[in-house]
């Protein structure tokens, strides 16, 4: 009676590609993971950065001249202001409102004194800088608003993280006539 059984190359040669097999599995398992991670921080900037870039647009967009100085602006005539790190307007229901970046690199809104924040804690603004034109009476010119952003993921690996920069400009709706 002859025994059937396997030899000891035959069994190292199985081994051998079941854990090539099970390596290459597990390979692509971690590979596909951090690419989900990386697409999850990918949606996270660009829908806060999406919300936050039409929130400010809106409110910009809607801003009022200073007829009475110095209830919000400087002087009268001015249709927006900069201020440190953001900028300083009288929004469409008489208010004086202002975005700006705290010390925590986190965009906030000012607005009928209260404070609200317009990024999460998961989000880092790295530089939010205004450019105004037109901004006086005196100019003759449309005022606009140019925004600069630059926001990204915070507290994730390197290598998951996503960074974007974002440029708008905006033109007040009224037309800029003398009053």
Do not use: H, W
């Not at 390979?27 to 990386?38: E, M, N, R, T, V």
């Not at 967009?61 to 100085?69: D, G, P, S, V």
């Not at 900069?82 to 229901?93: Q, S």
């Not at 609200?116 to 005022?143: C, H, K, R």
């Amino acid at each position: 009676m002859i025994q059937k059984a396997f030899t000891l190359i035959e069994i190292l040669v199985a081994v051998a590609i079941f854990s090539l097999v099970i390596a290459a599995g597990s390979g692509i398992f971690i590979s596909s993971i951090s690419g989900q991670q990386k697409s999850l921080a990918f949606q996270k900037v660009l829908s806060e950065s999406s919300y936050l870039m039409e929130y400010m647009s809106r409110s910009l967009r809607m801003a009022q001249k200073e007829l009475n100085a110095p209830t919000c602006l400087s002087q009268n005539g001015l249709n927006y202001e900069k201020i440190g790190t953001g900028i300083r307007f009288i929004n469409y229901k008489d208010e004086c409102q202002e975005f700006y970046l705290d010390a925590t690199n986190r965009l906030k809104e000012s607005k009928n004194g209260g404070e609200n924040y317009l990024t999460s804690e998961a989000l880092q603004v790295s530089a939010f800088n205004i450019n105004l034109a037109g901004e006086s009476q005196g100019d003759d010119i449309q005022p606009r608003v140019t925004i600069f952003l630059d926001i990204k993921t915070k507290g994730q690996k390197p290598q998951t993280q996503f960074e974007m920069k974002i440029q708008t400009t905006i033109s007040q709706r009224n037309l800029d006539v003398k009053r």
